[in-house]
């Protein structure tokens, strides 16, 4: 019988092993491939412990095996990221993976809301620094924009590293908030007030971000926004209605 497979202890019944790779038992004789001096050996059956030998080597074979099949799943998932990434266009903008088709969410404009003013802005606009409360709108009450899928993944592919958020959206009257801002002309900032959704984020390289909700999205109107987070309330904002 021969046995052989990773490098194991042969053992002794006096306690002592030799390092082996492999070893055969003939009869009264143990035959066995010494790695330390890398040549075939004999030594009689009677002084080998066979039993503490063997419950070593099963558990190195174990461990190997083990070994093996972990490498063999991270290979796969690198192979799997490879080709996950390499199917996001290099150009700017958001992407949702629905089932093994890529699709391109357009970006929204948005509008600057007050009391006194309304005017339409383009991603990343200036904003007047006015006194009081203002909201950040789009158009319509719904999105054009249909996902059936309640936990949609996207992609965003960003030339810097922007701030990112799934938000819920507030629908009103022929519009849809985004944000609601506070407005500190003193200090000439904007303090952003968002609905913000519980999401997963990953960076899988330079500018290619995925963010991905936590749980179900219930029906209704949501957006990914990218804002700056510095006080300038300009988020670029993707909206879409989950059915």
Request: proline share 5%.
């Amino acid at each position: 019988m021969a046995l052989f497979g990773a490098n194991f202890r042969l053992y002794l019944k006096d306690g002592s092993y030799h390092r082996v790779s492999e070893y055969q038992v003939q009869e009264d004789r143990v035959r066995f491939y010494s790695t330390e001096r890398r040549d075939w050996e004999e030594i009689p059956t009677d002084l080998i412990d066979l039993k503490k030998t063997e419950t070593e080597r099963k558990e190195v074979d174990a461990q190997r095996s083990a070994n093996a099949a972990a490498q063999d799943e991270e290979d796969q998932a690198e192979r799997a990221l490879a080709k996950e990434i390499s199917r996001i266009p290099v150009d700017p903008g958001v992407y949702l993976m629905e089932a093994e088709t890529l699709r391109e969410i357009p970006q929204a404009d948005t509008k600057f809301v007050t009391d006194k003013k309304r005017s339409i802005l383009k991603a990343m606009s200036p904003i007047p620094i006015v006194n009081g409360k203002a909201t950040i709108e789009v158009d319509g009450e719904k999105s054009k924009n249909i996902i059936r899928e309640s936990r949609p993944e996207f992609y965003l592919r960003q030339s810097k590293h922007p701030k990112m958020a799934l938000v819920r959206v507030e629908p009103k009257a022929n519009s849809r908030i985004i944000e609601r801002v506070v407005i500190v002309p003193i200090e000439k900032i904007m303090l952003e007030e968002q609905d913000q959704v519980e999401t997963f984020r990953r960076q899988f390289a330079e500018g290619l971000y995925k963010i991905w909700p936590i749980e179900k999205l219930p029906v209704g109107e949501y957006a990914v926004i990218q804002f700056s987070g510095n006080g300038e309330a300009n988020p670029q904002v993707w909206d879409f209605r989950i059915e």
